[in-house]
């Protein structure tokens, strides 16, 4: 319930600024300011979270990509993505691979100090699927690159320093 306060009180002020003036404007109500400020927050503060509320069951239910993250049980495997487009997003990684098979999570590597994308990630896919990905989607044309798909390597000990 605090999230989804936290959420709608942007929201909820906007829509009581919005009647404030509103109310300013119509010159025969001739309501005081502070009567203004309080019918808008009382509207706010109702309508608001029941909108959040309708607009989030919504959006969860029809198939947003927030929804479209799979919770898959079996035998998984990691792909490493390289030269992947610097404006690439994970939800678009994510359809393209879910075209030959599960995916189960992307992530997108990021450099630390910029925070701009770094050209490589990872996708974590069903492990029945990675081959097939691997022959469909490496030396792939995506958004103008050529992707190059394989299977990840473990992490050593001494990798996780930056290059």
Do not use: H, W
Not at 117 to 141: C, H, P, S, T, Y
């Amino acid at each position: 319930m605090l999230a989804n306060l936290q959420r709608s009180l942007p929201f909820t002020l906007a829509l009581a600024i919005i009647v404030y003036l509103l109310l300013l404007l119509i010159p025969d109500l001739a309501l005081s300011a502070s009567v203004s400020v309080a019918i808008g927050i009382v509207l706010g503060g109702v309508l608001v979270p029941i909108l959040v509320e309708v607009k989030g069951a919504s959006l969860d239910s029809t198939g947003s990509p927030a929804a479209a993250k799979t919770n898959y049980d079996g035998e998984t495997a990691t792909l490493y993505v390289g030269n992947l487009p610097y404006r690439a997003n994970e939800d678009a990684v994510r359809e393209l691979f879910q075209k030959f098979g599960v995916v189960v999570n992307v992530r997108l590597m990021k450099d630390r100090q910029t925070g701009r994308r770094r050209g490589f990630g990872f996708v974590e896919v069903a492990a029945k699927d990675a081959n097939k990905m691997i022959q469909k989607l490496n030396d792939f044309a995506f958004q103008e690159r050529t992707l190059k798909v394989r299977e990840a390597k473990e992490r050593q000990d001494g990798d996780d320093n930056d290059e």
